[in-house]
């Protein structure tokens, strides 16, 4: 890894993905903040994936908002590298559904592949996405059926990226685990 990959981790810190003294010492320092009243509550970190950067930068605004630890990708191929490097603790995930697998390429609907390992390892999962610039009305389908194979409901936004509405929706599944 040459050219090392550099990936925010909530709005001040930054990661290399090939980093694993980070990672140690992210466990120890980040598993717990406190409340507005001072109850000491386990840190969620929260993975986001979105192509765009004016979209990316409203939905960390809102993540950091709401106290959120996030790290963010902006195509499938780091948002899979950063999941297999902390997979046990990604909590939520919060995704766009059409963006590129790598770098450079044009965009596609690889938020299905994100949503899919979500509902398959039991992680809340909230889509937020525009798709109806795509003329894409098989999302609602697509997450009905996930929804009735897992028994858990997956909330989207489909018209227009309301990341605020994303996020409340994913801070609710987090009520119902």
């Known amino acids: 890894m040459g ?21 140690k010492k992210q466990q120890k320092c980040c598993l717990y903040r ?5 109850a000491r509550r386990k840190m969620k970190i929260i993975l986001l994936i979105e192509d765009k950067s004016e979209e990316m930068e409203k939905a960390k605004m ?3 908002e709401e106290g959120f630890r996030f790290v963010s990708a902006d195509n499938l191929d780091d948002a899979m590298r950063i999941w297999s490097r902390l997979a ?6 919060l995704t ?5 697998e790598t770098t450079g390429q044009k965009e596609g609907a690889c938020g299905f592949a994100v949503v899919t390992r979500a509902v398959r390892l039991g992680i809340p999962v909230s889509i937020c996405t525009d798709v109806n610039h795509h003329f894409c009305g098989y999302i609602k389908y697509f997450v009905e059926d996930m929804g009735k194979l897992t028994g858990r409901k997956i909330p989207y936004t489909m018209d227009s990226k309301d990341w605020r509405q994303a996020v409340q ?9």
Do not use: A, M, Y
């Open 88 to 93: 046990d603790r990604i909590s939520g995930v």
């Open 3 to 23: 050219d090392r990959k550099k990936l925010s981790v909530s709005p001040r810190v930054c990661l290399n993905l090939d980093n694993s003294q980070f990672f």
């Open 96 to 100: 766009d559904l059409h963006f590129p």
């Open 169 to 177: 929706k994913l801070v609710e599944q987090f009520k119902e685990d």
């Open 62 to 64: 809102i993540l950091t």
């Open 34 to 38: 406190r409340d507005r009243n001072g």
